[in-house]
């Protein structure tokens, strides 16, 4: 809203607000790229620019990570970060059209064209906060178990390192396992926020823990759950799930459509999950849906994780994904329900269902990315992740 007394604009407020950021990492950056990159040749004017590229730009070019982030190739160095993105390149679990396992390169490549500078968020990304690409977890592409296992422990190294997890896959199956990677080192109960149009809350999908179950494992084990007598034959009857993880704080927004929700919703249904369907978001708004989801979510929390399956977003706007369903979400609905949402803290965050062999133009990847970016700026802004106090000169 423009200022009610002056009449200035956010932009121009926001401007002003961003001036007072340094820009040292940015100067950082140029002095690297000169030394490792050598200089330019001599009819380049502008001396910033090396003779081979090793920073940003231009945006097309080089090696691509995360936000062309550092890559964090000695794992045992991630918490050297304040957040880290991770690819989960398994699409095993996908019960229609596969090529998820394709998202996080998919993610990754579109990635590159932002440089973390957002006048509308008033935030700089990249001076505010320390970003590693910690590269994929060594997914075990004919098993769904063994991949869980890896993805558990996995997202459990980098989040007992003090990382804020940005875990990308892959299908929607790695909800379960990336939770079990979390939820054990939180002294509370773990809220979820669930933006999908599919309910993802049944046991079994074709005798296996497809992407159409991960919230069934997840609230399994909660005291207010009656666990089903015929699992503990099943040979995933060690695995329990997650005593931390309550249905009644787990709201799934955006639930709508005519595929895959039969037999989730007697789950949900039994177990007392909150689903907003996309009428129910109609009817709120983006806004006073967000607001119910953060109350619900919370309730009794010590943490919220969000999960975000890209079909959740319109297919028209977001093509490239496994099970796409018309009359999602408009982007700009997804990325105010992602920044209210994150404006009160987030253990963890996942984006799954990008499948790019589906994608047009990237888009699917980009409004991926777009989810991260806002997610990640808007805990910035609030304090709740990065160093901004640390970089603002008054
Ligand atoms: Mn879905």
């Given at each position: 809203m423009p200022d009610p007394k002056t009449g200035e604009f956010r932009g121009n407020r926001n401007l002003k607000r961003l001036q007072k950021i340094s820009q040292k990492k940015q100067q950082e950056e140029i002095k690297r790229s000169l030394e490792l990159g050598l200089e330019a040749a001599e009819s380049v004017n502008d001396r910033t620019i090396s003779l081979f590229s090793r920073g940003h730009q231009p945006a097309f070019a080089g090696i691509n990570t995360f936000l062309k982030a550092t890559y964090c190739e000695d794992i045992r160095k991630v918490g050297d970060y304040e957040a880290a993105f991770v690819g989960i390149p398994f699409d095993t679990g996908t019960t229609y059209r596969p090529g998820a396992r394709f998202g996080p390169q998919g993610v990754r490549r579109i990635s590159a064209v932002y440089d973390g500078y957002s006048i509308d968020g008033a935030v700089d990304l990249f001076e505010e906060l320390d970003l590693c690409?910690?590269?994929?977890i060594f997914v075990i592409p004919g098993n769904i178990e063994k991949t869980f296992d890896q993805v558990s422990k996995a997202v459990s190294h980098v989040f007992t390192s003090g990382a804020f997890p940005i875990l990308c896959g892959g299908?929607?199956?790695l909800g379960y396992p990336n939770l079990r990677g979390i939820a054990p080192h939180i002294d509370g109960n773990v809220g979820i926020i669930h933006i999908d149009r599919?309910?993802?809350?049944?046991?079994?999908?074709m005798d296996e823990r497809m992407h159409t179950t991960p919230w069934f494992w997840t609230t399994n084990a909660h005291e207010s759950v009656e666990l089903p007598t015929s699992h503990r034959d099943h040979s995933h009857m060690h695995d329990v799930g997650l005593a931390n993880c309550p249905p009644k704080n787990l709201v799934q927004m955006g639930i709508s459509g005519w595929y895959g929700s039969r037999r989730g919703s007697e789950v949900a249904r039994e177990r007392g999950s909150s689903v907003l369907t996309m009428t129910d978001i109609e009817e709120l708004g983006a806004k006073g849906a967000a607001e119910r989801a953060l109350e619900l979510a919370w309730k009794d929390a010590k943490a919220v994780f969000l999960s975000f399956d890209?079909?959740?977003?319109d297919p028209g706007f977001a093509?490239?994904?496994g099970t796409p369903e018309p009359g999602g979400l408009l982007p700009r609905e997804a990325f105010e329900i992602v920044r209210l949402i994150a404006r009160e803290g987030l253990c963890g965050m996942e984006v799954v269902e990008v499948s790019p062999p589906y994608d047009v133009n990237d888009n699917t990847s980009q409004l991926a990315c777009r989810v991260m970016l806002d997610v990640l700026g808007t805990m910035v802004v609030e304090g709740k992740l990065g160093h901004r106090a640390k970089v603002t000169q008054d």
């Open positions: 690409d910690a590269g994929d299908d929607h199956s599919h309910i993802d809350m049944q046991d079994m999908d890209i079909d959740s977003i093509p490239g994904t």
